[in-house]
Structure formats: structure tokens, C-alpha cells
Nanobody, 124 residues
Framework: QVQLVESGGGLVQAGGSLRLSCVASGRTFSSYAMGWFRQAPGKEREFVAVITQSGGRTYYADSVKGRFTISRDNAKNTVYLQMTSLKPEDTAVYYC?????????????????WGQGTQVTVSS
């Protein structure tokens, strides 16, 4: 069983930056592919970014490519999402997800574990 706790959300002006963190419980964090998703009001949850167990590969949604960076620190059981050049359309609740399988499992919203989310609001 893995518990995920996100933090770092908040209110920021357009063009600003935020760094989200997701801390995982347990001693096998390095066995999990990790991802970030978001859900805006009235919209379906959407994939944002994913990182492999080793951190060697990352993939992004087209809407955030070049602005967001996913990274992980396996010694701290933490995955990060650095968000820059934020836009009002980035406003959403951001969730992290974890799965022992491939990044495809995470990317397609089939991860076994999900956090409770952290709110990001970008004002224009």
C-alpha cells in the first residue's frame, strides 16, 4: 500500500511559477512510475506528465511541454512538478499517481495509487 500526499499548490498570477511535491509512503518508492494529472472544474481528469522509476525518461502532455518539468528524488520518496509560465487554463486540482508497472499504465490513468490533490489557481 502506498499513500501519496501532494503539496505546493496555491494562487499565482499568469506567467508565474509553482513547484508541486508529492511524497510517497513506504520503502519501495523507486519501484514506482510516477505521474501528474489535473482536473479542472467541469472537465475530465487529464494526463500532465510521467516519469520512469529511475527518472531516466519523462513524457509530457502537449499542453505543458516546455513549461512543466517532472522530476523525482528517490532518496526522499518525492516526485516534483515544476510549473513555469503558468496560464489561467492551467487552473485545476493536480494529482500525483503511482504504479509499479510501466509508464503507459500511469499515462492512461490506470495507476494503482492516487493522492488527494492540490489546488492550483492561475489568475489572469
Amino acid at each position: 500500500q502506498v499513500q501519496l500526499v501532494e503539496s505546493g499548490g496555491g494562487l499565482v498570477q499568469a506567467g508565474g511559477s509553482l513547484r508541486l511535491s508529492c511524497v510517497a509512503s513506504g520503502r519501495t518508492f523507486s519501484s514506482y512510475a510516477m505521474g501528474w494529472f489535473r482536473q479542472a472544474p467541469g472537465k475530465e481528469r487529464e494526463f500532465v506528465a510521467v516519469i520512469t522509476q529511475s527518472g531516466g525518461r519523462t513524457y509530457y502532455a502537449d499542453s505543458v511541454k516546455g513549461r512543466f518539468t517532472i522530476s523525482r528524488d528517490n532518496a526522499k520518496n518525492t516526485v516534483y512538478l515544476q510549473m513555469t509560465s503558468l496560464k489561467p487554463e492551467d487552473t485545476a486540482v493536480y494529482y500525483c499517481a503511482a504504479d509499479r508497472g510501466s509508464i503507459v499504465v500511469v499515462t492512461t490513468s490506470r495507476a494503482d495509487y492516487w493522492g488527494q490533490g492540490t489546488q492550483v489557481t492561475v489568475s489572469s
